[in-house]
């Protein structure tokens, strides 16, 4: 079944630590996101990518790096953790072959930095 | 660029009872829309998806308008149970471009 999954599920890093997430997808969709949830803010799109060796800034690209090495995986780093990145982050995937590209998220990552 | 204002940020409704969501959105470009439903501790599901002008679509138990001539987005859950207690989010985006705006959400809580 296709699907988007994520790891680590839970982290908890410290302040000015690097802290990788990753996002493995295997809907062969050629874009996919990587958002961040916070109250009160819905979801805001960090960095996006649209295919393999692709990526892009979104609305709050700052303080983050992503990296798609391939078309099933896409990876957020934070290179220096600062407690303002504590929040839940979805990645998602989306199929550019439909006029709407639907999106597909994965189940989350809960990262705390203290 | 796009912005999406939701309301109400949170809504308590009795079993039975109807619960209505609206967002509204600034782009004229905007097309496709989009809710999702999220349960607490989850990840987001797709509920429904609207992409014509003022459009009435029906799904299990909720309705969703769209109003392109007023740029508003609406929810309407006709006879709300507990288990539609979660947070639903709209989102919003043009032709070619694949990026979503989400509204900030709506965290509903069904009292039986």
């Known amino acids: 079944e296709a699907a988007v999954t994520q790891s680590p599920r839970n982290k908890v890093a410290v302040t000015g630590g690097k802290v990788t997430l990753s996002c493995n997808q295997t809907?062969?969709?050629?874009?996919m996101y990587w958002y961040r949830q916070d109250t009160g803010h819905g979801l805001r799109l960090i960095h996006y990518?649209?295919?393999?060796?692709?990526?892009e800034k979104g609305d709050i690209p700052d303080g983050y790096k992503a990296s798609r090495p391939s078309q099933e995986n896409f990876s957020l780093i934070l290179e220096l953790a600062t407690p303002s990145q504590t929040s839940v982050y979805f990645c998602?995937?989306?199929?550019?072959?439909?006029?709407?590209?639907?999106?597909?998220f994965g189940p989350g990552t809960r990262l705390t930095v203290l | 660029g796009e912005q999406v204002e939701q309301r109400p940020p949170h809504l308590s409704v009795r079993e039975g009872d109807s619960a209505v969501i609206t967002c509204t959105y600034t782009?004229?470009?905007?097309?496709?829309f989009f809710w999702y439903k999220q349960e607490p501790g989850a990840s987001l599901q797709l509920l429904m998806k609207?992409?014509?002008?003022?459009e009435i679509n029906e799904g299990q138990g909720f309705t969703v308008l769209l109003n392109k001539k007023d740029k508003r987005l609406s929810l309407n859950l006709t006879a709300a149970h507990p288990g539609d207690s979660a947070a639903y989010f709209c989102?919003?985006?043009?032709?070619?471009?694949?990026?979503?705006?989400f509204g900030a959400g709506t965290r509903l809580k069904v009292i039986a």
């Open positions: 998602a995937s989306g199929d550019a072959t439909k006029l709407y590209a639907e999106q597909f």
């Open positions: 609207v992409f014509s002008s003022t």
């Open positions: 989102a919003v985006s043009a032709p070619g471009n694949y990026k979503y705006v």
């Open positions: 782009d004229p470009n905007s097309y496709y």
């Open positions: 809907n062969n969709h050629n874009n």
């Open positions: 990518s649209y295919g393999a060796g692709s990526t």
